[in-house]
């Protein structure tokens, strides 16, 4: 079982950046397929990015592209998502999500059997 605390939410001003971080623990394998998701009040939650830690693969969702980044701290078991040129509707409970392989580095949420109890990220006008 892997366990994932996320950490690094907070308040932003539009156009501003914010760093979440996602610490894994508990696992096996040296490769992780990580995800990083939100969800804003009254909305469903939806997937903004992936990675599969090691071998270089990421993804993001069109609503976030050209603006986070996914990235990994090998020494530390740490996932990042670099968040930047924040608008207001970034503003959601980001988690964060992980599979051991065997996994697919994706956006949907039935592909991760870990989750994270999540981080606020708030960013007003």
């Known amino acids: 079982q892997v366990q994932l605390v996320e950490s690094g939410g907070g308040s932003a001003q539009a156009g501003g950046s914010l760093r979440l971080s996602c610490k894994a623990s508990?696992?096996?394998?040296?490769?992780?397929?990580v995800g990083w998701f939100r969800q804003g009040q009254g909305k469903e939650r939806e997937g903004v990015a992936s990675i599969f830690t090691g071998g270089g693969y990421t993804a993001y969702s069109d609503s976030v592209k050209g603006r986070f980044t996914i990235s990994q701290d090998y020494g530390k078991n740490t996932v990042i998502l670099q968040m930047s040129s924040l608008k207001p509707e970034d503003t959601a409970m980001y988690y964060c999500?992980?599979?051991?392989?065997?996994?697919?580095?994706?956006?949907?949420?039935?592909?991760?059997?870990?989750w994270g109890q999540g981080t606020q990220v708030t960013v007003s006008s």
């Open positions: 508990g696992y096996t394998y040296s490769r992780l397929c």
């Open positions: 999500a992980a599979r051991s392989p065997p996994c697919t580095p994706t956006m949907r949420e039935d592909g991760y059997n870990n």
